[in-house]
């Protein structure tokens, strides 16, 4: 299998970013960590194992970016209106550095975006709001709206809400979209959803694949025994859905 690491200085978040891209072809996907994890997270947990033979087979081409939650959604000691605005410098690294670098590694013209736990809130925005770069988007075990506070997982942005905010919580302006071109757009993609049954976030996932349905635009959704936040079963779902 192919194995490349990369790392720069992201002119957007004025420090050294650092990937990991597995596979030489077919379709390139931005896999997104978990909360505050790292890039090489799914390498060390056995997920990109239960994707070699896609991988081997020219299938897939998987690009592990590195998380900056740490100095968005998670830092407690800036203002809520700080974060957000770390959140969408983040985003500017993925449109600008992170394609760059994908439209360089593969020839092809899909790309998609997944993720596990926080990496498919960040996996479904991302693709959400910028549909006509995508084809596919896969969200596992996620929560989709980072303001909720719903068992043990508090509002990370201490009940602060601003455009801004409310722009990148896909349960939130997915009710309201109207905009015929961005429809059309979500409408060609590929969407799945899956979480557990025990999950927390399973209410949230329902009401967003709802939502999604109600806004004419098809999605699968999957529920999984048990909790299924955890690596053992995230092992199960990749090959499935991604």
Known sequence: ????????????LQRDMEL???GHAGRAVIFFPTRMARFYDYENWGIIASLSTQIENGELQIFCVDSIDGESFYND??????????????????????????YQKNDGDYIETAGCSMGAYHAINLAMKYPWLFKKTVGISGRYDLTDNIGDFRDLLNGFHNDEVYFNMPAQYIANLNDDRLLSAVRNMEIILAVGETDPFLTGNQHLSSLLWEKGVPNQFHTWESNAHRPHYWRKMAPMYI
């Not at 299998?1 to 957007?12: G, L, Q, V």
């Not at 809520?80 to 670098?101: C, G, M, N, T």
């Open 20 to 22: 990991l891209v597995f």
């Open 77 to 102: 000691e800036v203002f809520p209106s700080a974060r957000i605005d770390r959140h969408l410098q983040y985003e500017k690294y993925l449109l600008e550095e992170v394609l760059s670098l994908i």
């Open 1 to 12: 299998m192919n194995r490349e690491y990369h790392k720069w200085f992201s002119h957007n």
